[in-house]
C-alpha cells in the first residue's frame, strides 16, 4: 500500500510540473525545457526523466523546487503532505474512485497518438496479456509491423516495463492526454477515435456496444462547466468499469459539439429552403 501511495504522490507531482511548463510556453513559446529545469534547480536530463515516470522524487528534492517557484510554494507544500502513509494509501484504494492519472504533455503524445499504442497499454492490464506483436495484432486487428513498433516504443518511453523472464508488462500507471490542445497529433487521435466508432456501428453485435445521442438547445456559457461534468462521468464509470475482472478492451468516446453555427454580426445565414437572411449591420 506504501508503494501505491508513493505512486499517487508522483503522479501529481509530475502532472504539477507539467502543467507548469505549458503554463509558461503559453506567454512564452520559445521557453525551453532546459530553462524550466534551471529555476527547478536540477539538470534537464534528470527533468526529463521526471516528466517521463522514470525518476522518483522525493521530499527533499521537491523542497528545492520551491526555491525556483516561490509563487506555487503552498502548492508544492500540499503535495508534499502526498508522501505516503499507509492510512491515506488504504483511504484512497477504497475510496471507489480511479486513482490520478499521469498526463503525458503534447511533445511526447505525437509519438503514440496512434490509437493502438493506448490499446497496448490497456490490453497490458488484462491477465491474457502476451508481449507477442503477433499476438497483439491479431488481437487488436492491426499489422504486426505496427504491433512490433508500438510495443518497441512504449517500453522505449517508460509506459510499458519489462518483467524479469524480458517481457513487457504494465506498470500499474494510467496515462491521460493533453487536453484542450488543437494540434495535429491530438486531432488525429480524435479522427480515429471517430473511425474506431464508425467500424463497430458496422462491425460488432449491439449486445457489445452502447451507442446513444441526444440532439439539444443550449447555454453555450454552460460550455466549460459542462467539459468538467463529463470528465468526472468519464472517470466515475471507468473506475466502475476497471474494479472487476479486465478481460477485454473498451473505448469511450463522448462526443459533444456544435450543430447550428450562428451567422455574426454582419454575415448571411441560411433561413427554411435556401433562404438567405442577413442579420442588420451595426451602424458605427
Known amino acids: 500500500m506504501e508503494n501505491y501511495a508513493t505512486d499517487i ?45 522514470r525518476r522518483k522524487i522525493s521530499k527533499k528534492l521537491l523542497a528545492r523546487f520551491a526555491k525556483g517557484f516561490p509563487e506555487d510554494s503552498a502548492k508544492i507544500a500540499e503535495l508534499a503532505q502526498l508522501f505516503p502513509s499507509i492510512t491515506r494509501a488504504s483511504a484512497s484504494r477504497t475510496s471507489g474512485k480511479r486513482p490520478p492519472s499521469l498526463r503525458i504533455d503534447a511533445d511526447r503524445f505525437h509519438a503514440i497518438a496512434d490509437w493502438y499504442h493506448f490499446g497496448i497499454l490497456s490490453l497490458a492490464e488484462t491477465p491474457h496479456f502476451k508481449s507477442d506483436p503477433k499476438w497483439i495484432a ?22 510499458l516495463e519489462t518483467s524479469a523472464d524480458g517481457h513487457a508488462k504494465t506498470k500499474g500507471i494510467s496515462y491521460t492526454t493533453t487536453d484542450g490542445v488543437a494540434n495535429l497529433s491530438v486531432r488525429r487521435g480524435h479522427a480515429q477515435n471517430i473511425e474506431l ?14 451507442f ?45 459539439f456544435p450543430l447550428s453555427h450562428s451567422p455574426k454580426d454582419g454575415q448571411e445565414g441560411v433561413q427554411g429552403e435556401g433562404k438567405k437572411i442577413s442579420k442588420p449591420k451595426k451602424k458605427v
Do not use: W
Open 9 to 53: 504522490a508522483q503522479i501529481a507531482i509530475q502532472n504539477f510540473l507539467l502543467e507548469k511548463i505549458d503554463a509558461i510556453r503559453a506567454k512564452n513559446p520559445a521557453f525551453s525545457l532546459r530553462a524550466f529545469a534551471r529555476k527547478l534547480g536540477i539538470h534537464s536530463p534528470a527533468l526529463s526523466e521526471i516528466l517521463g515516470g
Open 212 to 256: 446513444t445521442a441526444i440532439t439539444m438547445a443550449i447555454d453555450p456559457a454552460k460550455l466549460p462547466t459542462a467539459r468538467k461534468m463529463i470528465r468526472a462521468f468519464r472517470d466515475d464509470l471507468c473506475a466502475f468499469l476497471e474494479g472487476g475482472d479486465k478481460l477485454e478492451v473498451y473505448k469511450l468516446c463522448l462526443q459533444l
Open 197 to 210: 466508432a464508425r467500424k463497430s456501428l458496422d462491425e460488432d453485435p449491439v449486445d457489445v456496444r452502447d
Open 138 to 159: 491479431a488481437t487488436l486487428q492491426i499489422g504486426e509491423k505496427e504491433a512490433k513498433e508500438a510495443l518497441k516504443r512504449l517500453l522505449r518511453m517508460g509506459l
